[in-house]
């Protein structure tokens, strides 16, 4: 990550990687099948998953077209 984040972004971080993860999971698809969808690397999925990446507003849009559900459902 470009900058020190504190203990609390990194959990957020961490809970929106976990949300990401289990929604992806529950619609049975791989990281490289949703990576693929939208143009993007598999270790990439990867560390967004596991709260190594914080992404942008764009980053977080294009994953919501690749698990075809709305932006918003990352955040519930």
Do not use: C
Request: glycine content about 8%; hydrophobic content about 35%; charged content about 30%.
């Amino acid at each position: 990550m470009p900058w020190p984040i504190s203990k609390t972004e990194r959990k957020e971080l961490i809970k929106l990687g976990g949300k990401i993860k289990s929604i992806r999971e529950a619609k049975g698809l791989s990281l490289e099948q949703v990576a693929n969808k939208i143009g993007k690397d598999r270790q990439s999925i990867h560390k967004l998953e596991k709260g190594d990446f914080n992404p942008s507003y764009l980053y977080l849009k294009q994953i919501s077209i690749g698990l075809d559900i709305n932006i918003s459902e990352l955040f519930t």
